[in-house]
């Protein structure tokens, strides 16, 4: 159906008959009341998009320069989280060979502590026995 028929069509059917008089009105058909229905929808339709077709052309430059900037944000933020998540990674490395490094160094330090602890007891000891070599000399004599 063209637009010019429908609104014919609509104009049959008088709305303020409809609010004030439903039962003095002609009853007609199902297929006419259908017809009717598809019609008024059909005017509807097309009148609300006669409406709000020209603000949506005006939104559609602004939604689509939104949307590139929330894809240009997002390509920030995954690049920075990259860029963190990777210093965080190399820092950590980092942080572990050091670890290591100074593992075995007190590992080192821990054995030569032991040994010096060692000889130091032994030469405790041997002045021990030598005092007592010398008390036993002084005595005898």
């Known amino acids: 159906m063209e637009t010019q028929e429908i609104a014919d069509k609509i104009k049959d059917i008088n709305i303020e008959d409809?609010?004030?008089n439903k039962e003095n009105l002609p009853k007609k058909s199902?297929?006419?009341q259908s017809e009717n229905s598809e019609a008024l929808a059909q005017i509807l339709g097309t009148e609300i998009l006669n409406i709000t077709y020209p603000r949506l052309m005006k939104v559609k430059p602004q939604l689509k320069e939104l949307i590139s900037k929330q894809n240009k944000i997002y390509l920030d933020i995954s690049a920075e989280k990259f860029k963190?998540?990777?210093n965080n990674i190399y820092i950590v490395e980092n942080l572990m060979e050091r670890v290591k490094f100074y593992r075995e160094k007190l590992i080192k330090i821990r054995?030569?502590?032991i040994d010096i602890h060692h000889k130091s007891r032994s030469l405790k000891n041997r002045a021990i026995n030598l005092r007592k070599q010398a008390e036993n000399k002084v005595n005898k004599n």
């Open 84 to 86: 963190y998540t990777d």
């Open 111 to 113: 054995r030569a502590m």
């Open 18 to 20: 409809i609010k004030n």
């Open 30 to 32: 199902k297929t006419e």
